[in-house]
């Protein structure tokens, strides 16, 4: 494992909505380490969008990060001014979002769209950026590149947009790429070869990958460690090999079982209820009304990260659980 | 770019239905009444015998009713427009009066533009501050102003209370002129009615303007350039306000129309001798041929503005070309 | 029993989406003001004839030398009164009521011309559905003003005089569909290929069920907010009318006392307190339409 290249601790980011306020991320933690790929799963509300946009430091209203520290190589993020912060966006730190339907302008061509970026960050000449976002076409394998940079993203198919997205989170080679749902918004055979590419890439350029998603598969394919997130704070944090024999979080349990396996023909056992409304959450363990272990003390008492090795659970009764994958 | 000058022809091929929808409508409303001799002998009781053949010759009254249209059509193709009940060639006042309205419009479009732009902007990057309830509260109250009442009040104000501003027209029609040359006569005559309309569609633009950008910076493309690490101004002037511009682009071509079909109004309240006060008065005489051609011819204009912006719209956005 | 509470179940619910409806809009300060300004005019279209000391379209100053009074100095003419003796408070008052009546009556034949041809050009595919596209696009660009004047002179020409505020509400009425059947066709078109509506037809329900059980309370929203927009712009197009002088002189409206106003410019308030009037009731209804809006579509607002 590399060096801790990106550390979150304690984030707290909120959403001051007209029905209240939203607690998407509530004293999230972890770290990133240099070259690593990293998942970070969780259903649908679980706040790890918001991590990510928290991250760049880019939370749209009426979100607002409330506190905490996100320490890139050794330099608080949330301390920066918004001109150095502009200038660690898309060149150190970049993102790819989840429907290149709508990532991409659809008001200009990949050309200019790429030039932009390249030149946002690097004094070059526009036949510099040119010949730059032809070599980056390339580098995410789009054919024909040269009659692609005239396009515009609705001339292009769903696969070729989001290869496109990739190439100008790539344009400045990031130290760090997230990854948001890069794949939920395109078909099956598609999606097989963007997460080919990425990890192709991830490989090529030494790139840290954050991969967020939902996937338990994609994360095992992927990742070697992944966090797992629910209602806004962490459950869980380990290992991905490991994470699949035991798992020390039932919320973890549970969404393992909810993934289709093809070499395990069981049936598959949705996570029964329903994540929490985030305005009012749970009192003490947020996941303990749709948790089968529930004590008395999880409805009572906040579970505290624990590290143990390289991992981290956020549970009561962990230690006497001892959950096994099937 | 084929792909645009398929579109400008699928849209010129548009003007001929509607331009002949509108004719042969006016064409059955004047002669709703029957026998459109008739009717202006009925209206206009000192009308000479000279007059009534003109007429008759002119209506083909002893033909039937779509014959008479296509009469019409025909001559009005050729451009002979005939001639007013009130003496004179149509054809001559035409386009003096195409040229004073257009001047009026475009000026007070120009104006609105370019206050509208800045003002529906700032609105939106500002949401909910005190600036933006402000900005927004006088657009609504612009927006439901009709523009004749508010170049009423403007008149009693400016021109018979205060008389900084001459009164109606486009001109003196003789010396003295305001400000004592012919040019600040001409600018001091404009500056009434520009000003009200200005105001007017002002109001629609900056709240169309603001509605618009608050939904484009919404997108996941502004979020990706914010990401990318481009400068806020490049976020908002270069992607926010192109695809917020495109949708207006197109209401900009409705309200230009609208205003255009409007002008009968908001001439007249000024006196400002263009197409509508020439058609108002025309309608209000009974002049039929008058009324005929410029019914026409403000059709024409209206569409040719209406595919003028369309075709600025496929411009801006190459998503529309395909439809 | 079961179908009884079925029926409570639809009803309950009906309520409790009328309940969010009117939460969200309750939260609307621009709406909510809308609302009060249309109560207000609709409260004057009422009962204002009662608190008028003046019949409509009377002269009670002429021969009585209160003619052309300022307002605000004898308080039997508050609002003061016109060169021809007509009092302007009473006037307004009185015109309330046709103005209203006009705004709302030629919305309701817009309205019902539009959702049929919206509907049926929608729902109905091939060369009718073409067609009446085709004759919606051109009404959709149709220089209207100049059609209904045009239309109104020669009406009020032919027809006996009396029957100006009727011939109006046609003509209006007539020429004011188009754009509600624009966007009632869309949402038809929409609904057409929506999951649920394909489901209900491989149930085997009949085409009239479809359009009247599901399709028409689907459309419903979008044409309450356009329909509430088109009061106020039928207001003003009615007040345009008058104040050119095509509409009946014998009736009260603001628009034909801006017509006054117009030959009387020395006299300021004749123009001034009936512009106000129509402001209000325009600017009610606009803002009105759109506070309907954000509340029946809260896709726009999170």
């Known amino acids: ?326 | ?323 | 029993m079961e179908t009884s509470n079925k029926k409570l179940a639809k009803k309950r619910r009906s309520a409790s989406q009328l309940a969010v409806v009117w939460r969200r809009f309750r939260r609307n300060k621009a709406a909510i003001a809308g609302l009060v300004l249309v109560g207000f005019v609709v409260f004057m279209a009422v009962f204002g004839s009662f608190f008028a000391p003046f019949p409509p379209r009377s002269f009670p100053c002429l021969y009585k030398g209160c003619t052309s009074l300022p307002p605000f100095q004898d308080w039997s003419h508050p609002l003061g009164t016109e060169p021809s003796g007509i009092d302007v408070y009473s006037e307004i008052l009185q015109s309330a009521r046709n103005d209203l009546y006009v705004g709302l009556a030629a919305t309701l034949i817009s309205v019902a011309i539009g959702l049929g041809i919206g509907v049926a050009s929608g729902y109905s595919s091939g060369v009718s559905g073409a067609l009446l596209l085709g004759i919606t696009q051109v009404f959709l660009v149709l220089p209207v003003l100049v059609l209904i004047l045009l239309f109104s002179r020669i009406l009020v020409l032919l027809v006996a005089q009396g029957f100006g505020l009727t011939i109006i509400v046609l003509i209006l009425g007539i020429f004011g569909w188009p754009g509600i059947a624009y966007i009632t066709r869309g949402e038809t078109l929409r609904l057409k290929e929506a999951e649920f509506i394909q489901a209900t037809k491989a149930l085997g329900a009949s085409k009239s069920r479809i359009l009247f059980r599901h399709i028409m309370p689907n459309i419903l929203s979008p044409v309450i907010v356009i329909a509430t927009l088109t009061v106020a712009a039928n207001i003003l197009t009615e007040a345009a009318i008058s104040f050119l002088g095509f509409g009946d002189p014998n009736t009260s409206t603001w628009g034909q006392m801006l017509n006054d106003g117009f030959s009387w410019l020395n006299y300021w308030w004749i123009s001034f307190f009936p512009g106000i009037m129509i402001v209000f009731s325009t600017l009610g209804f606009n803002l009105l339409g759109d506070g309907l809006s954000e509340a029946l579509n809260p896709r726009l607002k999170e």
């Open chain 1, 1 to 326: 494992m590399g060096e801790e290249i990106l550390r979150v601790e304690n984030l707290k980011t909120y959403f001051f909505t007209e029905a209240g306020v939203v607690k998407a991320v509530d004293g999230v933690s972890f770290s990133v380490y240099e070259g690593e790929p990293l998942g970070i799963v969780g259903e649908t509300g679980s706040g790890k969008t918001v991590t990510s946009l928290s991250i760049m430091r880019i939370v749209p209203p009426p979100g607002k990060i409330i506190s905490g520290r996100i320490i890139y190589r050794g330099e608080d993020l949330l301390e920066k001014s918004e001109d150095e912060m502009r200038k660690i966006r898309g060149k150190k730190i970049a993102i790819v979002f989840q429907d290149p339907n709508s990532s991409l302008d659809p008001l200009f061509t990949v050309e200019s769209q790429l030039n932009e970026v390249i030149m946002a960050h690097l004094k070059v000449t526009k036949q510099e950026a040119r010949n730059r976002a032809l070599e980056l076409l390339k580098m995410v394998r789009i054919p024909d590149p040269e009659a692609r940079l005239k396009a515009y993203p609705h001339e292009l198919s769903g696969g070729m947009r989001q290869r496109v997205a990739i190439a100008r989170a790539l344009a400045n080679e990031p130290d760090i790429l997230i990854a948001d749902e890069p794949t939920t918004n395109l078909d099956v055979t598609i999606q097989a070869q963007i997460i080919e590419l990425l990890k192709e890439l991830q490989s090529k350029l030494k790139m840290t990958l954050i991969m967020i998603t939902h996937d338990m598969g994609l994360v095992a394919e992927t990742t070697k460690r992944v966090v797992v997130l629910y209602a806004g704070s962490v459950a869980e944090i380990a290992p991905t090999n490991e994470i699949f024999k035991s798992m020390r979080h039932p919320y973890t349990a549970a969404l393992l079982k909810a993934v289709p396996r093809i070499d395990r023909r069981k049936e598959l056992k949705p996570i029964p209820g329903s994540i929490p409304n985030l305005i009012d959450p749970p009192s003490g363990c947020r996941f303990h009304p749709r948790c089968p272990y529930v004590i008395q003390r999880c409805i009572e008492e906040v579970p505290e990260l624990e590290f143990t090795d390289q991992r981290a659970v956020a549970c009561h009764r962990w230690k006497e659980l001892s959950l096994k994958g099937e």
């Open chain 2, 1 to 323: 770019m084929a792909g645009l000058w398929r579109y400008i022809l699928r849209r010129l091929l548009f003007v001929i239905p509607v331009f002949l929808a509108v004719t042969l409508l006016t064409f059955l409303i004047t002669n709703a009444a029957g026998d459109p001799v008739q009717i202006v002998k009925f209206a206009i009781r000192r009308i000479t015998p000279a007059q009534v053949a003109a007429l008759e010759a002119y209506y083909h009254t002893n033909e039937p009713i779509f014959a008479r249209y296509f009469y019409w059509l025909f001559s009005f193709l050729q451009g002979d427009l005939g001639t007013s009940l009130r003496g004179g060639l149509v054809a001559s006042k035409i386009l003096p009066w195409i040229g004073t309205t257009l001047e009026l419009q475009f000026l007070a479009l120009a104006f609105s533009l370019a206050i509208g732009i800045p003002l529906g902007v700032y609105s939106a990057l500002k949401q909910y501050s005190k600036a933006d309830v402000v900005i927004s509260s006088i657009a609504i109250f612009g927006y439901s102003m009709p523009t004749f009442w508010l170049g009423i009040q403007a008149i009693i104000v400016f021109s018979l209370y205060l008389k900084w501003l001459p009164f109606g027209g486009a001109i003196s029609p003789y010396p003295p002129y305001w400000g004592g040359s012919i040019y600040t006569d001409i600018i001091g005559h404009l500056i009434l009615p520009v000003g009200v309309l200005t105001f007017v569609s002002l109001a629609t633009f900056t709240r169309l303007l603001r509605a618009s950008i608050v939904e484009v910076l919404r997108q996941d493309f502004i979020l990706a350039a914010r990401a990318s690490g481009l400068r806020e101004r490049v976020v908002v002037y270069k992607h926010a306000l192109k695809n917020a511009i495109s949708p207006i682009v197109t209401i900009t071509g409705l309200s230009i129309g609208l205003s255009l079909a409007g002008a009968p109004i908001t001439e007249t309240v000024f006196s400002w001798p263009g197409l509508g006060y020439a058609y108002v008065q025309a309608v209000n005489a009974l002049d039929l041929p008058v009324v005929q051609d410029l019914t026409a011819i403000i059709t024409i204009v209206v569409l040719l503005v209406t595919i003028l912006t369309d075709i600025s719209y496929a411009y801006l956005d190459p998503r529309v070309r395909l439809e």
